[in-house]
């Protein structure tokens, strides 16, 4: 008889059952168990022995569930790190890690009965019968290609494809042919095209495959031997290239070389991106062997993913939010980082509260894997690596081409409005800049980093505002829909017309969010086409693309958004690109909002003028000599990171210290007092005047739960294991205290 350790998706530590032989079960394969009275579960072997435990009663493990095992040895270990580097157990990593349907669990065996891994399919187009001829298609677009030319370019472009990818029957994929949902619907409604579902064409995998890779330029090609000669010397590559500058060039070239060789690569993109241009290129260069994995997979394509990378022959290009650094990596090569300042990469919301850039970091470490990390605009954790010689440092200064960078022009809001120079949020000198752009035919983005009409509205006469009875936050005004929404937890109700509390009718909408933008654009420029895209336009993948695509065929003249247009796009025709309030990013509590502010508005900066003509960046501010907005006028990164770093030193601020956040929640605000005030004491024993707090949360009350922070400071330098020991002492303390019944403990190492 064998023993087996197995992980569990519980908060627990690992369980022993009993294994028969027979089965054939492997260190690494997921197995059903059964855990509790009456539950079944999929768990993890983590390990195998002979050597018969103490306690006798042992449970059998049922079956395997796949024929090959989920984790190799490399990601066990890489668990192991998560779970001690972020002080959870494995299980919690388990949970995090494994899509849902990955790991079945039920009341019966019957409910989780093994899965087989489907073939994963794909959607086909050819040309309809009759204009699969050459003469046929050449007298149709002939015919149709002043009135129609998008129609005939894209029928085209799948004539093209079936040629040069030899489809004798004319069926090209659906992800080749550049074009949106409704359009090859419009297509296909006028039997122009049929479209067909198939088996993904299995991949011919050679080694000595020939990409269609960019030219680089010089300062490219330079900047790739650097990264490349860091990874010869086992370092990490922190890539600092302006935008426009081609970093994606530079990664296209180094995954080349591992996809040539057989090996694996993951591509860590921020959340946002994942629908744009750059998985689109990546997909046509290395078509076949780009996977891409992002929040809005349904979970059976999730499952699917996973199961196939685990029995991958290698060769694979995965390109991935945060959540895709636990995919399998079977033959790990490069790990790139791309924007890896960008926050979405750190879970904020759920245990274990790991960063996916840090984790990358130690994936290369573990994995024996080269990293790359790029960004226009480094974190400074990664830029003080890079300084200290840690990480190697690679420069990438210069736009790519005749691509010049754009000019920042400050504009003082206080002034304008002294001297009658704004019209509702607009100084006059932005509103010059749109004009000139709009008469000659250019193209315009109007940022603002709040979505709705206004953030909240105010009764003039009592000065009340409604708020989320959830929540306490205020509730946003959406004159789309005419209600009032919390933007933490959905909650809304109707505009009311009149104050709820003292029934005159006197609300006033209070600052301004993007709808707000749209309306009064457009109420100044009629003749422009004005469009919208943040989280209220682009609910789905394909109205977000829709507005992208119509912004980049030029068929909308003002584009006003959020931070999701910050990234990832590559928008020719923008000349001006304005950003309403700066004030409102320079203000936020958080340490690292000059940090943001800067990143924010290089980013939007970096939108203007990408091609031929020199684009211009006009930054409304009430501080115009404010250090940030200076360092953004002369893009000077470096400037900004030393003041930011002196700052951060001397208040012992990450990166001079790690910041380890503890959040306690509770429906009853007394228990939830009570408690943290005793947990902060706790630590202070261990700690000392390194614990601050208990203070409510920046949300104090979330769906209906009061929240406490704690904040425990660890200086860089200080044990982080003796740390670890500490706080797991203090953590034990609670269990069995029954001051702590039913309040919510969660660790966030590494807060922001
Ligand atoms: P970054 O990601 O650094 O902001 P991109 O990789 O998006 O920059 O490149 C900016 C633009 O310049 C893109 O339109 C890209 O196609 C173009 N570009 C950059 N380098 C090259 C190159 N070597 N050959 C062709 N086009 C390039
Ligand atoms: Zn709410």
């Known amino acids: ?66 024929t090959t095992p989920l984790l190799q040895p490399h990601a066990q270990r890489l668990w192991e790190w998560v779970a001690e580097y972020y ?27 093994q899965r087989t891994i489907a073939a ?38 799948i004539a093209a494809l079936a040629i040069e990818r030899g489809a004798k029957d004319g069926f090209v994929p659906r992800r080749l042919v550049d ?19 198939r088996p993904r064409e299995p991949i011919a995998r050679d080694c000595h495959e020939q990409f269609l890779l960019p030219q680089l330029s010089t300062a490219q090609q330079r900047a790739l031997e650097e990264v490349v000669c860091a990874h010869d010397e086992g370092l990490v590559a922190l890539l600092h290239g302006i935008t426009g500058s081609g970093k994606t060039e530079i990664y296209i070239h180094l995954i080349a070389r591992e996809l040539a060789a057989g090996r694996d690569v993951m591509m860590l993109v921020p959340e946002i991106v994942i629908t744009s241009q750059l998985i689109e290129r990546l997909e046509y260069i290395f078509e076949g062997r780009t996977t ?6 349904t979970p059976s394509r999730r499952s699917q993913t996973l199961l196939r990378l685990a029995s991958a022959e290698g060769g694979e290009l995965i390109v991935g939010v945060r959540s895709a650094v636990f ?31 840090d984790m990358a970091v130690s994936m290369g470490r573990i994995y024996k894997a080269r990293v790359v990390l790029g960004s226009a605009t480094p974190s400074l954790e990664s830029y003080i690596n890079a300084l200290s010689g840690k990480y190697r440092y690679v420069s990438l200064a210069e736009r790519w081409g005749d691509a010049v960078p754009p000019e920042v022009i400050i504009s003082d809001t206080l002034r304008a409005v002294k001297r009658g120079e704004r019209k509702i949020h607009f100084n006059a000198e932005l509103l010059q800049h749109i004009e000139r752009s709009l008469t000659a035919g250019e193209q315009v983005i109007l940022f603002q980093n709040r979505r709705g009409y206004a953030p909240y509205i105010q009764c003039r006469t009592c000065g009340y505002s409604p708020r989320c009875p959830h929540c306490n936050v205020t509730l946003t005004e959406h004159r789309s829909s005419g209600r009032m929404e919390c933007h933490y937890c959905g909650y809304s109700i109707p505009r009311p017309t009149m104050c709820p509390n003292c029934e005159t009718q006197d609300l006033a909408t209070m600052g301004f969010g993007t709808e707000k933008v749209e309306e009064e654009i457009q109420r100044l420029y009629p003749e422009a086409r004005v469009a919208r895209l943040d989280g209220d336009t682009s609910t789905s993948e394909s109205a977000f693309r829709r507005i992208v695509h119509r912004f980049e065929s030029g068929d909308t003249d003002i584009l006003v958004g959020t931070q999701i247009l910050t990234k990832g796009f590559d928008f020719g025709g923008v000349t001006t690109v304005g950003i309403l309030n700066a004030d409102n990013l320079l203000s936020s509590p958080d340490f690292r909002a000059t940090e943001r502010a800067f990143q924010l508005m290089m980013q939007v900066a970096g939108r203007a003028g990408r091609r031929n003509d020199r684009g211009r960046v006009v930054i409304q501010t009430s501080q115009p000599s404010h250090p940030v907005i200076r360092n953004l006028v002369a893009a000077d990164y470096q400037a900004m990171a030393a003041a930011e770093l002196a700052e951060r030193e001397k208040f012992g601020y990450p990166p001079y210290s790690r910041l380890i956040r503890f959040m306690l929640r509770h429906k009853n605000f007394d228990t939830l007092r009570i408690a ?44 982080m ?32």
Request: a neutral charge.
């Open 292 to 297: 891409t994995y992002h929040s809005r997979l």
């Open 120 to 157: 994963p399919s794909e959607t086909y187009i050819a040309l309809s019968e009759e204009l699969r001829s050459e003469e046929t298609l050449a007298a149709y677009v002939s015919r149709h290609e002043r009135r129609a030319p998008r129609r005939t370019a894209t029928m085209d472009r």
């Open 179 to 197: 074009a949106d949902v409704a359009h090859i619907a419009a297509l296909r409604s006028k039997h122009l095209i049929t479209t067909e579902t």
């Open 676 to 719: 943290s005030n005793i947990f902060a004491l706790w630590l202070r024993q261990k700690f000392g005047s390194r614990v601050m707090g208990p203070v409510s949360a920046a949300v104090e009350m979330l769906r209906g739960e009061h929240r406490a922070e704690i904040v425990l400071k660890i200086e860089s330098g200080a044990s």
């Open 87 to 113: 002080m959870c157990s494995l299980g919690e990593v388990m949970r995090l890690a494994l899509p849902t349907l990955a790991k079945p669990s039920g009341k019966t065996l019957d409910a989780l009965d």
């Open 1 to 66: 008889m064998l023993y087996a350790q197995v992980v569990l998706p519980l908060a627990q530590p690992a369980y022993t059952f009993s294994l028969d032989e027979a089965l054939g079960v492997n260190v690494g394969d997921a197995v059903v168990v059964q855990f509790g009275s009456s539950r079944y579960y999929t768990g993890i072997v983590w390990s195998i022995s002979d050597h018969e435990p103490e306690f006798k009663r042992l449970k059998p493990i049922i079956k395997r569930l796949y």
């Open 721 to 752: 294991a003796r740390a670890r020991q500490l706080i797991g002492e203090v953590m034990e303390a609670t269990k069995g205290d029954s001051k702590f019944k039913n309040v919510i403990l969660s660790i966030d190492v590494d807060a922001s």
């Open 327 to 357: 995919l399998p990596m079977r033959h790990p090569g490069l790990i790139i980082v791309d924007e890896e300042h960008d926050p979405s990469y750190k879970q904020s919301d759920a245990q274990p509260r790991y960063n996916a850039r």
